[in-house]
Every structure is written in structure tokens, then in C-alpha cells.
T-cell receptor
């Protein structure tokens, strides 16, 4: 398996909802990432997990809560989001630091 | 922190001609420079990368050059084809307070005219 798999592909949620995005890879990668991408903009780093520990939080609002249950899974829990949080959320992984980054196909999130 | 500038923002090229996209970075400690291609509605895909100890790298029709002194790197696509149409992002990686971070350029929308 040489892919990063994200579910769901599309998500529409209200501002009072709680939802979770899921990411999975079975390449033995030890670093996993969440990026946010707005239309016509580059990906922006949100969180980095290294060996299942949170190593970078790019000052992301607490309504986004990451979780890394094991070395293959990465979740992003969403609560009380705002319409401006609507974006493509990309998961990525790499073998470790100083290694190539591979992206999942993303979850297109719309907050109403 | 690192700042990556990318030019041009849009580029139209006749099929068969070459395309060049340029990026500059600010942090001289940056050591890794990947290029990603993103088609509409799809994930960014790594197409080529170069490390700071190398000046040039080529993979078929795609090449990347790095000038560490001037802190700029470029993507060259030769014999362009319609399937090369996409948004291309450059990126630079730097160690920031013990953490490695990848900073992306603003993207170039490349259109190949048949």
C-alpha cells in the first residue's frame, strides 16, 4: 500500500456540529501532518505528529483537535467551526524528518 | 521564519514548448526543495525534489536547478503536453527550533495550449 487514505472525501457541517476527519497510511511512515488548503492557495501546515507525538501546532484554534491513535492513523476532530474554516483538509505522511512528503486526496469541508 | 516567493502566478505555453517556474527562499538554512503538481480537485503530488548539496536534477522532461548563493531554484518542463496543465507549488524545508517545516510558494497555474 503506497497511499495516504482520507475519509470522508466531502463533508458538510453546521457550526454546532462535531465531526472527525480520518487519515490512514500503511507505508510505515513515522511523521503525519494536517494541512489546510483554501482555493487557489498553497497548503498551510496545521499540525505535525512525529512518532505519534504532537511536535508542531501552528497556532491552530482549539476548535480543531488532532489525535494520533497509532502510527498508521491520524484524526482531526472538528467542533464549533466557522464558515471561514471551509477548505480542503489534506493529510500527509513521510518516512521521518528529512524525507519526502506524500499527500492524501483530502476532505473538502463546507461549514454552513 | 522561511518565506518562499514563486513566479509567475500564471503561465501559458504552447504545446511542445518549454515552461520555467522560479522560486526564491529567504532562509539560507533551507536544505530540501520539492516541487508539487496539483490538478484541479486532486491532491498535490511530488514530481521532483532537490537537496541543498546538489545543483541540478533531471527526470525525463522535468528538471530542477538550485542556486544556493542566490537562494533560488527553478522548475523546467520541456516538450510540454496538455496533461502538464495544473498548478505547481515549490516548497522549501528548514529546521525551525528543532522542527523541520515545509513552506510552500504561492503556486503557478500552468496552461498548455494545444
Amino acid at each position: 500500500d503506497t497511499e495516504v487514505t482520507q475519509t470522508p472525501k466531502h463533508l458538510v457541517m453546521g457550526m454546532t456540529n462535531k465531526k472527525s476527519l480520518k487519515c490512514e497510511q500503511h507505508m510505515g511512515h513515522r511523521a503525519m501532518y494536517w494541512y489546510k488548503q483554501k482555493a487557489k492557495k498553497p497548503p498551510e501546515l496545521m499540525f505535525v505528529y512525529s512518532y505519534e507525538k504532537l511536535s508542531i501546532n501552528e497556532s491552530v484554534p482549539s476548535r480543531f483537535s488532532p489525535e494520533c491513535p497509532n502510527s498508521s492513523l491520524l484524526n482531526l476532530h472538528l467542533h464549533a467551526l466557522q464558515p471561514e474554516d471551509s477548505a480542503l483538509y489534506l493529510c500527509a505522511s513521510s518516512l521521518g524528518w528529512n524525507e519526502k512528503l506524500f499527500f492524501g486526496s483530502g476532505t473538502q469541508l463546507s461549514v454552513l | 521564519g522561511e518565506n518562499v516567493e514563486q513566479h509567475p502566478s500564471t503561465l501559458s505555453v504552447q504545446e511542445g514548448d518549454s515552461a520555467v517556474i522560479k522560486c526564491t527562499y529567504s532562509d539560507s538554512a533551507s536544505n530540501y526543495f520539492p516541487w508539487y503538481k496539483q490538478e484541479l480537485g486532486k491532491r498535490p503530488q511530488l514530481i521532483i525534489d532537490i537537496r541543498s548539496n546538489v545543483g541540478e536534477k533531471k527526470d525525463q522532461r522535468i528538471a530542477v536547478t538550485l542556486n544556493k548563493t542566490a537562494k533560488h531554484f527553478s522548475l523546467h518542463i520541456t516538450e510540454t503536453q496538455p496533461e502538464d496543465s495544473a498548478v505547481y507549488f515549490c516548497a522549501a524545508r528548514v529546521v525551525d527550533f528543532g522542527n523541520e517545516k515545509l513552506t510552500f510558494g504561492t503556486g503557478t497555474r500552468l496552461t498548455i495550449i494545444p
